[in-house]
């Protein structure tokens, strides 16, 4: 028996990293899966992978993609009881560097979108039912060219804990995980351009336990925020960062 037998997960942001890895995790362990991606190209990828799963192209960053999504999910399924809001923006770049524009996409993906998606699913998440706001060690750490990306993830876990306490009444879990150091694709993404490698050796010297962390790890983390076994949590921010931010 599965963990997350009979439940319905909606995974935003799930073709890649520490998304990919947490679909794979919540099919192992009995749910049923959707994932989004704004890539089709990389959902076909995701969706081959994966299997028997729901793959929906939505950009997490566009609030007008919310409510369709929401609307496609109550024609598939009878509810959701599992909401992973996964897809973020992690650029990282100095003070000089950043304009409106490049602003706005980080904020509107990291913070805006989660919120929009929360209030568009809402009437169909279960009773209870668990989302999951995936945000940074990033949030609790001073590092270099993080400036908004940091200040994004710092709201998100904020945000998580005060949709808590109002959605609560509903029976609706709101938690945050926030992954330390992790190897991911999205770690090559980090600058406007290649990879930063002088930013990648800082990273990881964060990290008292001197690794990086791996997508299995997160993922499994998240099964636990997933399940019941974690239904007398509520409001927390799981740091899963191998002792950075803490130590």
Known sequence: ?????????????????IGLETARQFLLEGATVAITGRNEQALAAAKAQLGDVLAIHSDAGDITHQQPLAALLQ???????ILFANAGDVTHQPLEAWDEASYDRVMNTNLKGPLFLIQALQPLLSNPSSVILCGSVSARIGLPLSSVYAASKAALISLARTLSAELLVKGIRVNS??????????????????????????????????????TTELAKAAVYLASDESAYVVGTDLLVAGGAGML
């Open 1 to 17: 028996m599965g963990r997350l037998d009979g439940k319905f997960a909606l995974i935003t942001g799930g073709t890649s990293g």
């Open 75 to 81: 024609e598939q399924w009878p509810r959701l009881d």
């Open 177 to 214: 995980l926030s992954p330390g150091p992790t190897e991911t694709p999205a770690l090559n993404k980090l600058g406007a351009g290649n990879a930063d490698e002088a930013l990648k050796a800082e990273i990881r010297k964060l990290v008292p336990l001197g690794r990086l962390g791996s």
